[in-house]
């Protein structure tokens, strides 16, 4: 097996860079000066030339809200370089895993989303992770859609929390949207198994198990700090107006493959490496 990694640089591709490290085979990770994901001229020629076996590719437009008034440099990113990436691995005969977004939907379903639920994003971030979705499918790889990512590697809401904490008496946190905290150690895990796997080809949900609120995961945070969880004041999303709306329920079930462990005792797992940055977080 030979790796390659896009999207180097970014928090999610730090730790998938130590995970197929571990495997003991070659990778290469690029960031955006390496490769740019964009030109379909230079990702056809360059995957032509390293021969990868199997494509991560964790580059993103992961600006949500810039989206909103950039959605055509947002698309650039998140739908026609996924369509070039997989164009390129039917090329080579290589395996194309490919990340996407809980924001494909459109938060309003009771329970979780299965993979095969009816998309309907509600921006324009969600629309464009939507459009690499169906160019990656069109072309018979896998989609690991995952959400509320967190890890050592990058600014995230487990570290801003961790900060936060040391900083103001209270804190108001948004109550009323549903998700799955995701730690980018056990995503990374996941996808290098899913690559490596007899699995079909075709969307997955890579997301811890369980489910929570941004205040209910802001509290199990001043928990495990040691700091009283009442300092974390609930609040609707309406008290931060944004200019990308946001699902309130973005709850992803798991009917294919492997579940990722429950998003509590992942936290617990990472607590020791949230307070260590720029190391392989793999436990």
């Known amino acids: 097996m030979r790796w390659l990694i896009t999207g180097a640089g970014g928090m999610l591709a730090a730790d998938v860079l130590c995970r197929t490290a571990l495997t003991g085979e070659p990778v290469l990770a690029l960031g955006r000066t390496d490769l740019d994901v964009r030109d ?7 995957v032509a030339a390293y021969r990868p ?7 993103a437009w992961t600006a949500v809200d810039d989206a909103e008034t950039h959605e055509a440099e947002a698309l650039a990113v998140n739908g026609d370089a996924p369509r070039w990436l997989a164009q390129a691995c039917d090329r ?16 309003t379903a009771g329970p979780p989303y299965p993979e095969d639920a009816p ?12 459009a690499g979705e169906a160019a990656v499918l069109e072309h018979g790889h896998y989609v690991v859609r995952t959400a509320w990512l967190y890890g050592a590697h990058g600014a995230n809401f487990a570290t801003t929390m961790i900060r936060l904490a040391g ?15 995701t730690w980018t150690a056990d995503l990374a895990d996941y996808l290098v198994r899913l690559a490596q796997s007899d699995l079909p080809p075709g969307v997955y949900h890579g997301t ?3 489910e929570t609120t941004w205040c209910g995961f802001a509290r199990e945070i001043f928990t495990l700090l ?49 307070s260590r940055s720029r190391q392989c977080s793999v436990a």
């Open 40 to 46: 379909r001229r230079a990702v056809h020629d360059f």
């Open 53 to 59: 076996r199997a494509v991560l590719n964790c580059a």
């Open 92 to 107: 080579i005969g290589a395996r194309l895993v490919h990340v996407s977004t809980d924001y494909v939907f459109d938060g």
């Open 119 to 130: 998309t309907g994003p509600v921006n324009a971030y969600g629309r464009t992770k939507l």
């Open 167 to 181: 900083e103001r008496p209270t804190l108001d946190v948004v109550d009323d949207q549903h998700g799955q905290p």
């Open 208 to 210: 811890s198990e369980g």
């Open 226 to 274: 040691g700091q009283d969880p009442e300092r974390v004041r609930p609040v609707p999303t309406s008290a931060f107006p944004r200019p990308a709306r946001r699902p309130a329920n973005s709850v992803l079930a798991h009917t294919r493959g492997e579940p990722i462990r429950h998003w509590r005792t992942a936290l617990h797992a990472a607590w020791p490496v949230l």
